[in-house]
């Protein structure tokens, strides 16, 4: 499975909106995106996933492109618990295989 | 639920040990995996199961044993520690054997320590 790409750093303020994108130009039609953080000395959690649609959740929004070759997830209220890496994963098999991520800071 | 439930969370070892880190799930999921963490690194993946008896190898397998006797219970052998095995270890449950369409759990991990 192959590693998404995404930048190594983001920062927001407090209670703004975060865009986190995610590149996946190899992504095959069956593969799913799935997206999930880990807060510090913690496990990683799930966040949201999806596969063509827009997707919604009480944690966050995740929109695809057309053309599936990018994503971004979307934190609309940026708390200081939001703080963490966020993982984009490309998921096609038995295997979720994680890259660097993305470390989100968060500004009082 | 205790969902996925890994021990110990601590362990020190010195080089030549044999162990085994523990990791049990109460959620009935099939799909099981062990993953490890290095400073600054993303979870890289060791071994995986997509149910009892069916283990398989992930990126980086040697060094370590698996094996999935119960659908439970998927302990995670090192059999003579070295300290490149010093990290971080995560165990992981998800429903589905191979479905792409679920979420998995992730356990609190294992900070190990080799010397």
């Known amino acids: 499975d192959a590693k998404t790409t995404q930048p190594n750093s983001m920062e927001s303020n407090e209670e703004e909106p975060v865009h986190l994108p995610c590149n996946h130009s190899t992504i095959s039609g069956t593969d799913y995106i799935h997206w999930y953080r880990q807060l510090p000395s913690q496990g990683p959690e799930y966040v949201i996933h999806?596969?063509?649609s827009n997707v919604n959740n009480r944690m966050a929004s995740l929109a695809i492109a057309e053309d599936r070759k990018s994503s971004t997830l979307i934190l609309h209220r940026a708390t200081l618990r939001d703080a963490a890496v966020y993982y984009c994963i490309r998921r096609g098999g038995n295997k979720l295989v994680f890259g660097a991520g993305t470390i989100l800071r968060v500004k009082s | 639920n205790a969902g996925v439930t890994q021990t110990p969370k601590f362990q020190v070892l010195k080089t030549g040990q044999s162990m085994t880190l523990q990791c049990a799930q109460d959620?009935?999921?099939?799909?099981m995996s062990w993953y490890r963490q290095d400073p600054g690194m993303g979870l890289r993946l060791i071994h995986y199961s997509v149910g009892a008896g069916i283990t398989d190898q992930g990126e980086v397998p040697n060094g370590y044993n698996v094996s999935r006797s119960t659908t439970e219970d998927f302990p995670l052998r090192l059999l003579s520690a070295a300290p490149s095995q010093t990290s971080v270890y995560f165990c992981a449950s998800s429903f589905g054997q191979g479905l792409v369409n679920t979420e998995a759990f992730f356990g609190q991990g294992t900070r190990l320590t080799v010397v």
């Open positions: 959620m009935n999921h099939e799909y």
């Open positions: 999806g596969l063509t």
